[in-house]
């Protein structure tokens, strides 16, 4: 068993920013600013309002949202394993349990996924997508006696690729 304390070499490492996923949350506490300053000036929106403070309290929390939205998704293949990160999303793979990576070549209007972090379907299977509307997917794909693989967003696929199967295929001392 290998040591937990051991320092990871860092392979690869990319952070992507969905600015359609920002635009959008942005737009969302917008709406919500214009709310908050409808019910102060003019007075509660609707037949039957909520009290001033819900508005404001709503306001809070979807610009928080928004903020937290705006951080960016974060891609590292280490030695060890390789890790996703985006939000309150995290999820690990070790090399051990992976059995193929491999660039999603169906195109997004018949994909039908959304961004962020979801269950999705790729041949078949069920894995988790980490993606956003912009860049190409890479799947990782795990052995069917594994956790769930992954599917990943990224701005460069062949590189991710092939580092991938390069530590799936084993250190290069094995090969020789």
Known sequence: MQNRNMERKVLYSETI???????????????????????????????????????????????????????????????????????????????KDISACEIDTMPAFIRGWGWGAQL???????????????GKRVAFITKDNMPRGMIVSTQNPEKLVRLAKERIAGPSFLLK
């Open 120 to 134: 999705s379907t790729y041949g078949g299977r069920m894995l988790w997508a980490c993606t956003t509307f912009s």
């Open 17 to 95: 920013s969905s600015l359609a996923v920002n635009i959008f949350a942005l737009f969302a506490a917008f709406l919500w600013v214009i709310a908050a300053v409808h019910q102060v000036n003019r007075g509660p929106i609707g037949p039957k309002p909520g009290p001033p403070a819900i508005v404001f309290v709503i306001l809070a929390i979807v610009t928080c949202v928004a903020g937290t939205v705006s951080n960016r998704m974060r891609i590292q293949l280490t030695d060890i394993d390789i890790s996703i990160s985006w939000f309150w999303f995290r999820k690990t793979l070790a090399w």
